[in-house]
């Protein structure tokens, strides 16, 4: 089945700065990339479906969607969208009687490293409107805005006026008082509640950045979660903040943005400075390591766009499941016989994630 054309589409190749980010990760050439992803439903029984991630709709200064394509035996298989969200997913079915279910989606994109002028707050007409203010502040199920998350955020940003002022303080308070927790399966859920009140603030990427955002959104700064996956090595030395190989099934990594009126969405990444302090070789690096500084630096305003953006969305109800809802849609999901499988677990699950850069 190919249900939607790839777009002619060029690439190229983004200078590496010197290490550590010596340079200002400015926006320079797109690069072009394909990822495909495999899945097979094993000792399948009933009726079996998947559900696989697609990525972000649309076009901005950083990233543009070029489209997807996908084959298999499926009975049905189509692009459907979260109303609430706009997550978009491809969702495939097959009967009862199918054998060896399985199915093959590439998708393909062009992104470029995003950085956001900080120096001139307030100069520009970014905007928000009320009721997109409500809503980027407003709680999910994993993400609450009152109570401990509140008390919290209104210390960490204590003296603090503006949007920026206010964000700037809750990236360094995260940064300063998480760690990484390597024994958190996949990405972490985000519990963000539970952790304050355990006053355990390890985690992984799906945690630290929503805790981040759960901060800002409580003191009334526009926030959210963008869920991805890293698709080719770091441009900049970091081994810890890129695709190690083209196999990336486990690459899936979330990231966090915050609004500042004047200048837009600005891209940070504090649960991504917790983890070259672990795993940058040679590992627990000290805070005032040169590559801590400098990726602390970096990631409040920047992103290097070795990663593929699929979706902002929270609290997901797969479509035609009976399962429960999800806190995010950053892997593939599938169920056989109403049972979900552990989408945590490609090997056992069977899915595969590939990617490669096209070249122009």
Not at 85 to 101: F, H, I, K, R
Not at 188 to 212: H, Q, R, S, V
Not at 240 to 249: F, N
Request: net charge neutral.
């Amino acid at each position: 089945m190919d249900r939607r054309a790839f777009l002619a589409t060029t690439a190229a190749g983004a200078a590496a700065a010197s290490l550590p980010w010596g340079g200002a990760l400015a926006q320079g050439g797109w690069r072009s990339f394909e990822v495909t992803t495999r899945v097979e439903i094993q000792r399948p029984s009933g009726v079996s479906r998947a559900w696989i991630p697609l990525p972000l709709a649309g076009a901005s200064d950083w990233h543009r969607d070029h489209g997807d394509s996908w084959s298999g035996n499926a009975a049905r298989a189509e692009v459907m969208r979260d109303p609430k969200y706009g997550v978009e997913m491809l969702y495939v079915e097959w009967p009862a009687a199918q054998g060896a279910p399985h199915i093959e989606v590439t998708s393909r994109f062009a992104t470029r490293d995003r950085a956001v002028d900080l120096s001139r707050p307030g100069s520009g007409v970014a905007r928000l409107s009320d009721a997109e203010v409500r809503f980027f502040t407003a709680p999910t199920e994993l993400i609450p805005t009152d109570g401990i998350v509140r008390d919290t955020a209104e210390s960490a940003a204590k003296g603090s006026r503006t949007d920026l002022q206010k964000a700037r303080a809750i990236y360094e308070w995260v940064v300063d008082n998480s760690f990484r927790d390597p024994q958190v399966r996949g990405c972490g859920w985000g519990d963000i509640k539970a952790m304050l009140e355990a006053k355990n603030l390890g985690g992984k990427c799906g945690d630290l950045n929503a805790l981040f955002v759960g901060l800002a959104r409580s003191v009334g700064v526009p926030a959210r979660d963008v869920y991805g996956i890293r698709v080719a090595p770091s441009a900049h030395g970091y081994q810890s903040l890129g695709a190690g190989s083209p196999v990336i099934s486990k690459a899936q990594h979330c990231r966090a943005e915050f609004f500042a009126a004047g200048i837009g969405w600005v891209p940070v990444d504090p649960a991504d400075v917790r983890k070259v302090v672990l795993e940058e070789p040679p590992g627990n690096l000290a805070m005032g390591d040169p590559k801590v500084v400098a990726a602390r630096k970096r990631l409040f305003g920047s992103w290097e766009m070795n990663w593929l953006a699929y979706n902002t969305g929270h609290d997901l109800a797969l479509p035609h499941s009976r399962g429960p809802k999800l806190p995010y849609l950053m892997y593939p999901n599938g169920e056989t016989g109403g049972e979900r499988l552990d989408q945590l677990e490609p090997d056992a699950f069977r899915y595969a994630i590939t990617a490669r850069e096209l070249k122009a």
